[in-house]
């Protein structure tokens, strides 16, 4: 059943993740993804909205969308973790071999010394 739920993922380039605020109002972004065993894994700088609303609330609902975040699929729900560094490597090596030009802006990341995360959703 849960990898029904992912097969709209397959082949897309984006999806649109949906976290929460304590008020309970929805922030979609448009990210990039990688899958792997029904996971999807998204990362992204840890001083972001994104990491702070899943460490308070893992609830999320996601959909594969465009660059600009129109949703192309039906949104689900799923739940979000930030991951250790083991799984965080695993993550950074299927969004690498997805994402050729992802290499670039991880050495952006390093010059400037912002630490990365790696996100894991599971539907």
């Not at 922030?27 to 001083?47: E, I, K, R, S």
Request: net charge positive; glycine share 6%.
């Amino acid at each position: 059943m849960k990898h029904d739920k992912l097969a709209q993922f397959a082949h897309q380039k984006y999806l649109n993740l949906e976290t929460y605020r304590k008020n309970g109002k929805p922030v979609p972004t448009p990210v990039w993804f990688a899958q792997d065993d029904g996971v999807l894994y998204v990362y992204t700088n840890v001083n972001t909205g994104k990491v702070k609303r899943i460490r308070n609330n893992p609830r999320v609902r996601l959909a594969p969308c465009d660059a600009r975040g129109k949703p192309k699929g039906t949104w689900v729900e799923g739940q979000a973790r930030i991951v250790d560094a083991a799984e965080a490597d695993r993550g950074h090596q299927l969004l690498n071999q997805k994402y050729s030009w992802k290499r670039l802006g991880d050495i952006w990341a390093k010059l400037r010394r912002s630490k990365q995360v790696v996100i894991a959703i599971e539907v």
